[in-house]
């Protein structure tokens, strides 16, 4: 199994492979590589989001997940009656969001990651804050993928002090432009010297109640003392004669898993209609998610999914750090909000084992409801149908939503005719999209990170 490092940004890839060649674990090289994420790929995570993370412990060959999902404030109010309404066009939909600092729930990831080091970690914290600060000083390059979500986001990523970062000349940030955001350096700076608990009980934390305070949030100094990571074993499931270790949820991943069908003799028509059942949901909206895969040279892997939701469009004065909206996902908030409970999740972390028990393949995406289909379509073309890395990544992918098969330029034009012949709604959209998802791989013969995102992927020496 290759050591390596794939995620949605090459300041995110080159942040990981660094603590690796420093002597760092998987968990080392995955909080280091995550804490960059949120310098990096602030269009599509943050600091005071969620995630859930699989680690693959190779000396006692078992895996565990980890759940640092956002949680429910106590006082949040269970109609949502305080959220700030948007509509977003995307695509050719016009989607309806729920933001504004009513949006925010109880930050995790930051519990995620200090859970993670303390585990499985080697090397000092500070020196895991490192490549985030330095990323923060220097300001990344802006990608291509990121600044077409912007683009496509920018009335809630403007709202706020978001306009200084994502617009700072009165027009938003294009790609190759610099993303500049110092505050970000006060508030890494507090998280090397405090550690994650900054969030919950420091300098990172008092901030986050004042701002709420304010402006009718509701996440409470007590909602951040009492949150913690929870760890908890793998879900396994059948997956093409391997064994599958995921978590449940809202993708239904193990429940999916076991049906995806062998298509390697089959012809491109025939894949695709053996498929389209299994890759589907019933609808939803784009999240502002990424996936960062990590293995190290000991065989540890580590795979991450975090996500601001799409933001709340506010931001902690003078730190840069944007308020996760979970609260307003109406893709999670299939109930009332329950004060105090942890919310439900689409992601799912993703390792794969051969038949003598080895790592075969470590992966996860992004993509809200179209995570499950990204990912299942790229594990089976990498187990089943033999491809590379890079070209199950790449290979025009399908998605069907409702009764509507989303096809990007490439997929099998006889196939999709065939669909609109039986009675489907077939979308054919004109590019390769950040709706299809965003994965990142680690196998046996390489890495790869999605270019729908701008991801990117390396192996270490």
């Not at 750090?321 to 799912?348: C, I, K, T, W, Y």
């Not at 054919?428 to 299809?436: K, L, M, Q």
């Amino acid at each position: 199994m290759n050591a390596g490092v794939a995620g949605g940004h090459p300041a995110t890839v080159r942040a990981g492979l660094e603590i690796l060649e420093d002597g760092g674990t998987a968990a080392d090289a995955a909080v280091s590589a995550v804490l960059a994420s949120c310098v990096a790929e602030t269009v599509m995570t943050g600091l005071l989001g969620g995630g859930h993370i699989v680690y693959w412990d190779a000396s006692r060959r078992s895996a565990r997940n980890l759940d640092c999902f956002v949680a429910v404030p106590m006082n949040a109010s269970p109609s949502g009656e305080d959220l700030l309404r948007l509509e977003v066009p995307f695509g050719q939909e016009l989607v309806h969001y729920a933001v504004g600092p009513a949006s925010c729930g109880v930050p995790g990831l930051p519990a995620g990651l200090d859970a993670l080091w303390r585990e499985h970690g080697t090397l000092p914290w500070p020196r895991l804050v490192e490549p985030a600060i330095q990323l923060a000083r220097d300001g990344v390059e802006f990608p291509p993928a990121h600044a077409a979500c912007l683009a496509m986001l920018a009335p809630v990523m403007t709202m706020d002090d978001g306009a200084r970062i994502y617009a700072p000349t009165g027009r938003l940030l294009e790609a190759g432009e610099r993303l500049e955001q110092p505050g970000l350096v006060s508030a890494l700076e507090a998280i090397a010297s405090e550690g994650a608990r900054s969030v919950y009980d420091g300098t990172l934390a008092d901030a986050l109640v004042e701002l709420c305070a304010e402006r009718g949030g509701s996440v409470t100094h007590e909602d951040l003392l009492s949150y913690e990571a929870r760890w908890s074993d793998a879900v396994e499931a059948p997956c093409l004669g391997r064994r599958l270790l995921t978590r449940r949820g809202l993708s239904g991943m193990p429940e999916h898993a076991p049906r995806l069908p062998r298509v390697r003799d089959l012809g491109e028509t025939e894949r695709v209609l053996a498929l389209v059942d299994v890759l589907r949901d019933d609808g939803g909206r784009q999240g502002h998610t990424t996936n960062t895969t990590i293995v190290d040279p000991s065989g540890n892997a580590c795979v991450v999914t975090t996500s601001l939701g799409l933001g709340s469009g506010d931001f902690l004065p003078g730190l840069d750090l944007h308020l996760n909206s979970m609260l307003g996902e109406l893709d999670l908030v299939r109930e009332p909000l329950r004060p105090g409970a942890r919310m439900q999740s689409m992601m799912a972390p993703t390792i794969v084992l051969d038949g003598d028990g080895e790592v075969e393949l470590a992966a996860g995406a992004a993509g809200g409801t179209r995570l499950r289909t990204a990912l299942l379509g790229v594990i089976g073309g990498i187990l089943d149908e033999g491809l590379e890395p890079a070209d199950a990544i790449a290979r025009p992918r399908f998605h069907r939503a409702g009764e509507t098969i989303n096809a990007e330029p490439g997929v099998d034009d006889s196939a999709l005719d065939r669909l609109g012949e039986l009675g489907w709604s077939v979308r054919r959209w004109p590019a390769p999209h950040h709706y299809f998802g965003g994965v990142s791989v680690i196998g046996r013969s390489g890495a790869a990170g999605d270019p729908r995102r701008s991801g990117a992927a390396a192996t270490a020496p």
